[in-house]
Structures are given as C-alpha cells and as structure tokens.
C-alpha cells in the first residue's frame, strides 16, 4: 500500500509542481536535438509597398493556436513604416503590396499575409517606450507552407531567473545558414513585456526584433521587442493571449 501512495505522489508531483499550478511536462519532439535538425520556425520578412520594397527585414514566426496557424512579428516596425505615403497608425495603407515571411536560408518556403489582424486606425505609431507593452501584429496568412513549423503556445509566465531561447537572425549574423540561438535570463517579469539578461555578453542583440522566444521544452514564452541598456525587453505571451481573446481568435485555452 505504501508503494501505491509514493507512486501517486510522484504522479501528482510532476503533474502539479510546487505550486499547485499545472507543469508542461512534453517537450516539443525536436528540442533536444542539435539545433542544426531544428525545424523552420525563425523566420525573417520581405514587405512590398509600391514605391519601396524591405528585404529580409527584422524576424516573423507562425504560432500554432491548435486550432488554426497565425503569423507573427513586432509592432514597433511600423517606425520605419512611418516614412510610407499615408501610413500614421496601425495599417498597411493604400500603397501596401504583400507581406512574406520565410526562413532566410530557404526563401523559397514562403509565408503570404492576406491581412493585418490588430490593426488600429486609432493607434498612431509611438515610441518604442511604449510599444513595448503591446509589441506584437499578428496576421491572417494565406495557405501555410508546410515546411514552416509553427510554435505552440504556453501560457504559464516566464518566472524570475528562468533560463529562455531567442531564435533569430541578427542584422551582423555572418552565417545565415541557420538563425542564431542566443540563451537569456529573466530578470524581472511585468507582465505583459519582461526584461532579460544575456548570458554571452559577445552576442550582437541587433536586428533580432520579432524572433520569437522559446522555454526550454520548444514552446513560444515571447517575442524579441528591443534593448534597454543592458537588459532584452521580450514581449510576453501574456499580451499575445490578450489579443486573440480582443479579435475572437480561437485558441486552445489554458486548463488554468
């Protein structure tokens, strides 16, 4: 009988953790393999307005909300989109041509946008003090490439010292046969937006915003917004859940 209760106890233990919270405990099936047999899941963008064209600019992902597959990068690209004809929130605009997203070391497994799903005529282009709070775009894409391999969500916060994963290309990345996989830190999480620390100091933090952030069982905790001296500002999935639930998404929701 004593068996059976330790036996229980354990089950309960790596079902429930210390906090009475439930633990993911499945590990995406590619996570502990070499990172050279990862599947494309870090993707950059090419954006086509009509009198300009940005190519293999900052980083995109595809997310899977176990119910449908949704694109992904960071609100505060529209900065650069600022100097388009007509653009001064939110929107794409009248001079908008397509948006793609593919690995950069396999252009061919391209991702088409067919639309902006947030956006927000009343939201005019800030800073990126404040975008932070609220840097994700998500897209309606057209029919995905099955060679691109779109994350699953967790949902649970990223805690204080947990160890985490950017996956990106960086705009001084010499090497493009494959994103970069730089290891971070939480340092403080604020809940819709958490800083980190870098634990290579040597790793160029530029051109990675939009590359998406993974725990370490391969699942989407957040979105590379920016730098703040020392610290990496990471948009959280906290945010993200706000906004499916804002424009009627469907995702599979957390049991908690």
């Known amino acids: 009988m004593r068996k059976y209760g330790l036996i229980i106890f354990s089950f309960l233990l790596l079902t429930f953790g210390c906090n009475n919270e439930p633990q993911i405990i499945n590990k995406e099936p590619w996570i502990d ?21 940005y190519s293999d600019f900052a980083n995109s992902f595809l997310i899977n ?7 992904v990068s960071c609100k505060h690209l529209f900065m650069v989109f600022e100097k388009q004809p007509g653009i001064n929130n939110i929107d794409l605009g009248t001079e908008f041509r397509y948006w793609n997203l593919y690995p950069k070391n396999k252009k061919d497994n391209t991702v088409s946008i067919k639309r902006l799903i947030n956006r927000n005529l009343n939201e005019k282009i800030g800073s990126y003090n404040t975008l932070k ?25 990223v805690r204080k010292n947990e160890i985490v994963y950017a996956v990106g290309w960086g705009v001084k990345q010499k090497d493009n046969s494959k994103p970069a996989l730089i290891k971070l830190q939480c340092f403080d999480n604020l809940g819709d937006y958490f800083y980190t620390t870098r634990l290579k100091t040597d790793t160029q933090p530029h051109g990675r915003s939009g ?30 859940k706000k906004i499916l639930d804002k424009y009627n998404i469907k995702y599979i929701k957390p049991s908690r």
């Open 33 to 53: 393999k070499p990172v050279s047999l990862w599947p494309d899941f870090a993707l950059t963008n090419t954006i086509s307005f009509a009198d300009t064209t």
């Open 65 to 71: 909300t176990g119910i449908d597959t949704i694109g």
């Open 133 to 157: 709070v609220r840097d994700w775009i998500i897209f309606e894409t057209e029919d995905v490439n099955t060679e691109v391999y779109p994350l699953k969500i967790r949902f649970k916060p």
């Open 211 to 240: 590359s998406p952030v993974i725990d370490k069982n391969g699942y989407l905790v957040g979105i590379v917004s920016g730098q703040e001296g020392n610290l990496g500002v990471i948009g959280s999935v906290n945010y993200l």
